[in-house]
């Protein structure tokens, strides 16, 4: 049988060394890597990797698409899919900095704890993202809001840059989602009031929330946390907290650990369906989270 070869490609300087391991340990026999990428060179790319195989050794060929821009990614990911032609067709995934696999898995963790502990599903859900501008907080608010939750991107920095995330999310997915400062500790605090859910995603080794903030927020239930990186993103959310208490009015926690775990076998799934599938895929955020919901 043919080998299996995945192609991987970044905008950036570097592929992501955890990629590639994660590429090689799913199955994958040759990796290769590309890096500094435009999206101008995708379609080339592509057909080269498409026309050297066999027809039916097309679906053992694999492109991903890394980099640290869910947008690009996305744009890269189609780029790609639109230069395919039949019957050369390969398989095609984006996970720019492992965000749509941490992204499906922290909402995917987010969606059983929910409906648990407080018989509740994301639809409706008030949800508030911290470091939203990242490429984790921008693809978890539009997995919520894809499920129908009232998603708010609270921008570090005031509300202009989330604002302009909300509208080009709002153009390439059809979804609404609000905006917040949370520049000051009593601005994160006023999110946290009106919020059924934080997701935490800022930078690793920032702290978003304290323990007096938590303590306050009466309307919490969850607080989930993606930083793995001491100081932890939600003072009292543990690396290894999969639903411990926190705080003062019934809330639990999800910390970076929890999260990761399904993250890591969700893009290893992913790699195992590129190699495994006899149809070409073209796998994003979406079929990323369809996997964790069966993996959390
Ligand atoms: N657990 C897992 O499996 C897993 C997997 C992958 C990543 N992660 C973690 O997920 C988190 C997000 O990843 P990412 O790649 O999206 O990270 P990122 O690019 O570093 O950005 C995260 C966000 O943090 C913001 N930020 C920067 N400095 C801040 C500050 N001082 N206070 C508050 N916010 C600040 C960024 O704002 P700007 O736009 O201004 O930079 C951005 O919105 C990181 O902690 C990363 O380590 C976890």
């Known amino acids: 049988m043919a080998k299996t070869i995945l192609h991987m490609l970044t905008p950036l300087a570097h592929m992501s060394p955890f990629d ?58 189609d780029a790609a899919a639109k230069s395919l032609l039949k019957p ?15 992204a499906a898995a922290m909402l995917a963790v987010v969606e059983k704890t929910y409906a648990a502990r407080f018989g509740k599903t994301l639809a409706g859900a008030r949800i508030a993202i911290f470091g939203a501008t990242g490429v984790v907080g921008t693809a978890a608010g539009v997995i919520g809001a894809l499920e129908g939750a009232e998603v708010t991107f609270v921008g570090h920095d005031g509300i202009a840059r989330v604002t302009r995330l909300a509208q080009e999310v709002k153009r390439r997915f059809g979804v609404e989602i609000g905006v917040a400062d949370g520049a000051t500790a009593q601005a994160r605090g006023v999110v946290l009031a009106v919020n059924e859910i934080a997701l935490c995603a800022a930078k690793a080794g920032v702290r978003v929330l304290d323990a007096a903030q938590i303590d306050a927020a009466s309307e919490l239930k969850i607080a989930a946390d993606v930083n793995a990186v001491p100081p932890l993103g939600v003072e009292g959310v543990e690396l290894h907290a999969n639903g411990e208490p926190l705080g003062r009015h019934g ?8 999260i990761g775990n399904v993250k890591y076998r969700t893009e290893s799934g992913l790699f195992k369906q590129m190699t495994e599938s006899g149809k070409p895929l073209k796998l994003d955020f979406r079929h990323a989270f369809a996997l964790a919901r069966t993996l959390a």
Do not use: H, W
């Not at 990796?31 to 995708?42: D, I, K, P």
């Not at 050369?88 to 941490?102: C, K, N, Q, R």
């Not at 809330?251 to 929890?258: M, N, P, R, S």
């Open 20 to 77: 590639v391991n994660m590429a090689a340990d799913a199955g994958f026999d040759v990796v290769a890597t590309y890096t500094n990428v435009s999206l101008a060179e995708v379609a080339g790319l592509t057909q080269d990797a498409m026309f050297s195989r066999a027809p039916r050794d097309a679906t053992r060929t694999g492109l991903f698409i890394a980099g640290k821009d869910a947008f690009l990614a996305l744009d890269m990911l």
């Open 88 to 102: 050369f067709e390969i398989s095609l995934f984006a996970d720019p900095a492992g965000s749509f696999t941490t």
């Open 251 to 258: 809330a639990v926690g999800i910390g970076a650990l929890a």
